[in-house]
């Protein structure tokens, strides 16, 4: 891709490349997919494609890499997911976590995968297992949407290696997955490994918006977080803020302290014990917002 010679070729490849697969996994023709037609044997050439589309990122401008190479396979079709699951999970390691600079086009194509997640049919609040995250290809596009899809890695640039200090640049694509799906409890077992290995680098404002967002919505899960430790890691994270920023700003213990409440209400006893120490002392919750 470095190559005037070789460039034009390899981009020829490439098209062709996605143009086929996308077919074979999603037929122009085909009205109706029925249970028995899914291509089991593209698993291996899917990972393969999402690895390359991955490798070339920074050598295509954005436009090209989000309507030409990506865009196929950010329809609502779990074959389709399998190339763009593995396309973000390298995106991630091999441009975030190990790029001594980050591509300019990275996180826009991240952020739409995370609009690829938001409107897949297990976040539909309410419906048969809701939240629920199964199979192979979700589960990795969430950890590789939250960064915790690599065990810590010394040589890396930033995050794996265990330095979060410019978590500021990942914090908008977070965000939108814990406010919109942390309800889900898959979702919000990732944020907060996320969340355990950032430590005192998690900004408190934004832990406490999302995490409270995460709560307000835990009715879209059909057993919310029930039969999960959820509550008491959430409530160990809380604690650990606290006492990194203490004395709390006003506003932050406010947040902090309503996502207490919320988990006193899903019965974590250590939240109700944590209310009571010297960080939120004193402090008093927001008023209700008048109808």
């Known amino acids: 891709m470095a190559s005037n010679t070789f460039r034009p070729l390899l981009e020829r490849l490439l098209y062709d490349l996605v ?9 122009s023709w085909r009205t109706k997919k029925r249970p028995n037609e899914k291509r089991t044997d593209l698993f291996e050439w899917d990972r393969s494609l999402g690895d390359l589309l991955a490798r070339i990122l920074p050598f295509v401008t954005l436009d090209v890499a989000r309507d030409t ?52 049919g297990t976040f539909k609040p309410k419906r048969w297992h809701a939240g629920d995250v199964r199979g192979h290809a979700m589960p990795e596009l969430i950890d590789a949407l939250l960064f915790v899809n690599a065990t810590k890695a010394p040589g890396a640039a930033r995050y794996a290696n265990g330095d979060w200090s ?5 914090l908008p694509i977070i ?27 998690y900004p408190i404002s934004e832990f406490g918006l999302q995490a409270n967002a995460a709560l307000a919505a ?17 409530a160990g994270v809380v604690q650990r803020q606290a006492d990194w920023n203490f004395p709390l700003k006003l506003a932050d213990a406010q ?37």
């Open 69 to 120: 190479l990506i865009k196929p396979f950010l329809e609502e079709d779990e074959e389709a997911l399998s190339v763009l699951a593995r396309f973000a999970d390298r995106t991630v390691c091999r441009h975030v976590f190990d790029a001594i600079t980050i591509p300019e086009n990275t996180i826009p194509l991240l952020n739409d995968c995370v609009s690829r997640v938001l409107q897949d």
């Open 255 to 291: 947040e902090l302290l309503k996502v207490l409440d919320a988990l006193i209400d899903l019965g974590d006893r250590r939240s109700a014990a944590l209310e009571q120490t010297e960080a939120f002392r004193g402090i008093q919750g927001q008023p209700a917002t008048a109808c």
């Open 175 to 201: 965000d939108r997955m814990v406010q919109n799906i942390g309800w889900s409890s898959y979702v919000m077992d990732k944020f907060l490994d996320l969340c355990e290995r950032a430590g005192r680098a």
């Open 166 to 170: 410019q978590i500021e640049t990942v």
């Open 19 to 27: 143009k086929w697969t996308s077919e074979s996994l999603m037929p």
């Open 218 to 234: 835990i009715h879209n899960a059909e057993e919310g977080w029930s039969g999960t430790i959820l509550p008491a890691r959430m």
